[in-house]
Structures are given as structure tokens and as C-alpha cells.
């Protein structure tokens, strides 16, 4: 807003950082917007899948009743929190996936050729408006299941709810960036980050305390996915967490998104360096 | 001011792994071989050389895309992997086989991002906006979407990305590639302009000899990542040996004409009513060549054809072997 009001009043003024970015990302919504039936179709599409998603959880419960010691309601929370963040970051970040892509066709190499960090630039380049409907299902989940759920609040709640799903969000990008800068020196490196990526965001929609304790140690504190939600989750609740997770580790989020970011973004600069030059 | 490129012992080396049984065995395949080059501000160079010979890995680690193995470089001044940023701001690079322009974008809307990305002020941006618009004669489809253009179209709205914050140095990557001859003549005599009128700095790799000819005061040749040729053009087929050729259309049948001093018959056409002379420049020159044969034949009409660069370049790899 300031910068803004200072172009007015000089009108020569270079354009400020992040205008750049600003104007790729606008003009990226514009081009999704401008092919309506199709958005309005990618809008739908997205949101069955985050509905499926959701119908896969109820159709376990309804079997099981109880699995890792929570109910349906209450695994609601875990899946709501999970979903909303990963489709957070999905919308922010997602197309870092391309990045197989970009490197075959040699689009990466345009990037270097401009005077912005690489990786903010590829953040920028794009963004997945179709994802607003999933993340839409993974909020109204975590309102269903805070409604129908008796939780004690306390203003220390209301800021571990906040917390959690912002450092859900850093999470879920770190881990596609980490799997970003994997593609750099691994060939169909994909296929391996996937299973991260994917499995991370499935994983957090689950109970914890049903892993095997070699998931546990790998999506509770490698790829602290666990973090995200579900631990959260027993401390929003006042549940006792199983072994391995004491529910004060809910306060450990940022540590968890600190980590994870840490980890990607190493990989990132590792990545670059093994860059090999795409395309002819 | 110090040279715009400079490079000592550039070497680039790609690990490549074994297929199938020899997944784990590794081999190095060294694409850009101690290669030191100096290029002056103002100075157009031709980067040429077959497919393979290391001219785009060259260019990558230019602009600061691939981390040399060993060896040093400095463009404009600056280390390209340290200072990729600054870089970027004093470089411009068209790749013929890549798109810098937004594929679902107006024309004039990627010049428009391009300006907030280099932050040029509005009235620096407007001004050079127009500037290649006019020159580069882009006026008709400024409005229309990049992927609905035609590729002549396209090639020079690319090139007037690339130049849009005004580089010191531009490097053009096969940037005629696949251009008709009128395109291709707009895009030589553009770069020809902008030369003139900046002061700016040109290296281009091609396998067009008109680029070279109408473009380059030097041309470099690569084989296998070194450099086989430093020199003008004039030079460069000296260097080969690679004479020019005399054509001449005789009044009839003639036979062949053989003998005439530093001069090689390479052909005859139409029962010997058209010859083909090859002559060495620095030894003879056409009239005396043409003295000779009209000695002989009675000469109708004549022309003179410029020794091929890609001729020329496979002599040079040839003379190395």
C-alpha cells in the first residue's frame, strides 16, 4: 500500500522487489481465471478428491469405530488440520513438482537468467487456484470436528490451533521443496519423493499410534509429519498421546516446520549445485 | 574497461552412467576442455563448431547455469555463480529452443513482467519497450498471445525480451534457427543496429553462415570443447585452406579447364558449359583466375561463392585428425 502511494507521487520510481513477483502471480490467476468452464471444473475436481479423501476415513471408522485410541470425530480434526495445510502449500508450492519438467525442457535455464533467488522464483511462477476447494473441505472439517468435539478453550488453544496450521503449512512446502532439490541429481527422482510427499500428507491424516515404530520415528521426526496434526490434535482434545509422543511435543510445531525447512532448503542448494543443464 | 568474458582453463566434465548391467560404472564425458577465451567490450564473436563440440555448456557456465568442473570465468566482470544476480542484469540470453515469454500472455504483457523482474522505471521501460517494438517491428501482434504467434514472430519477440533492460552483453543461442529468410534477415540487420547504436557486446553460436557473416568480426571454433580457430573470418578460411570458388558460364561445350596457376578445377556442368574453379586468395585473385579462362573460352556470365563455414569447420576438424 505504501510503496503504491509512493509511485503515485513519483511516478519514475523503479518498481519496488516484489513487484516482480506480483505481477507473475497475478497474471497467473488471470490466465486460470480466463478459461472459466475449465477452472470451474478443476474447482470441482479438487474438491471430490478432498472429499474421497475424507469418505476413505469414515469408511475405516465405520468398521473399526476406534483406531489409535480416537473416534471418527475425532480423527476429523486430524484429517481436517492435515488436509488444510498440505492443500495450503499445494496451492502455494505445488508446482515445484514440475520440476522434472521444467529441467527436461530447459525451462529452468530461463530462470537463472533473471536477477530474482531461483527458488522464489519458482514459488511465484505459478499458482494452483483449483486448490481453494480442497482446502475449503479441510477447513470445514476442522469447524465440524471443533464443533462436535467438547474442547476445553483457552486463549492457549485458540494460539495452538493458530500455530499448528501455519507450521503445518511450512511443513507440508518444505517437503516439496525438499523433493524439489532431489530432482536435481536423482533421474525419476519422483517416484522416491512421491512417496514422502504423498505418504507424508496421508500419513498426517492418520492416527500416529497405529505405526509401525520404524514410520513413527520416520514421519514423527525425520519427516515430522506426525507434528502437523495429530499430536496437536490430543492436546486440542486432552487426549494422553501413545508412547513415543507426549502431547506437550503439540508446542514443538515450529521446531518441527524449522526443521523440515532447514532440511529442504539444504537440499535445494545441494540440488542446484548438482544442476547438470537441461534440454539440448 | 576489462574484457566482458574471460575464461582460464574453463573445463566442464558430465558423469554419465552405464545402462542396464553397467548401471554402477561411471564414465566422464568432458564437454568443455581448458578453454580460455578473452572477448572485448564491443566485440561480435561467432561461437561455432559441430553438434556437441560444448558451445551451449560454454554458455551455461557464462550466465552462471552450470558450475564449472575447474578453471575460472568472469562475465562482465563478475563471477557468474557468486553474483548470478547482478549478473542477470547485465546479460541478455535468447535461446532459440526456449521460451522466455508467457505462453498464454499477450506479447506486450511479458515485456510488461520482464520490466518489473529487471525493475526498469516506468518511463525507461516505455521508452525501450517502443524502441524494439519499432525495430524489432513487433507493432502488429503486441496483443496477441505468445502461442498463437509464428515462429519468425515469436523468435523476435524473444529476442526483444532478452534485450529489454538493455545488456551489455547478448548471447544468442542458434538464434536464426529455423527462421525464413526474410525473418532472419530482420533479426541480422536488428542486432546490427542495436550494436551500433549501445556499444553492446555479441556472442552467438549458429550453424548459419549468414549470421556469421553479416554479424561476427571473429569467429571462434570448438572441437571436442577446445578451440581449434581464433581469428576473423577471412582468417578462419585461410586457415582451412578453403579457397573461394569461381563460377563461370562458358558460350558452349568447353573442355575442362585444368591447369591455371593456385587454381583447382572442382567441376563441370552441361557438357563443360558451366565450370566450377576453386582458387586460393592469397595467391591469385579472380581477375587473373578470369584472364585465364577467358584465354581459353569465351566467359558469359560469372559469379563468386564464399568459401561454407560448415565446410570450413569440417576441414579444420579434418587437419586436426
Redesign the interface.
Known sequence: MNRDRHHATQ???????L??Y???LS?RMR?QRSYRSNFVIDLISSGLVGLIELAEVWLLFHQVGLLGGLTFEQVLLVFGIGDLCFSLADLFVGHLDNIPTYIR???L??F??????LLLQLMTSDISLRRLTRAAIGLASIVIALSINPIHWSPAKVALLALTIVCGLVTYASLYVWAAGVQFFMVNGAEFTNAFVYGGRYASTQPAAVWSAPLKVLFGFVFPVALVAYVPTLRLLDLPGPAGFPTWLAWCTPLAALWMAAFGLTMWRFGV?H???G?? | MDSVVETHGLTREFTRRGKGAKLLTRSALRAVDDLSITIAPGDSVGYIGANGAGKSTTIKMLVGILVPTSGTVRTCGLDPLKQRRELAARVGVVFGQRSQLWWDLPVRESFEILSAIHRLPPSRSRARTDELVDRLELGEFLATPVRQLSLGQRMRAEVAAALLHQPQLVILDEPTIGLDVLSKQRLREFLIQERATHGTTLLLTTHDMGDIERLCDRVLVVDHGRVVHDGDLDGLARAAGAGRTLVVDLTGPTADLGGIPHTAHLGSEVDGARQRLGFDSERTTAAAVLAAVSERAEVRDLSIEEPDIEDVVRRIYHARR
Open positions: 511516478p519514475d520510481q523503479a518498481p519496488g522487489h513487484a516482480a506480483r505481477a507473475v497474471s490466465a525442457k530447459g525451462t535455464d530461463v537463472y537468467l533473471r536477477p530474482q533467488p549445485r544442476y547438470q543443464g534440454g539440448g
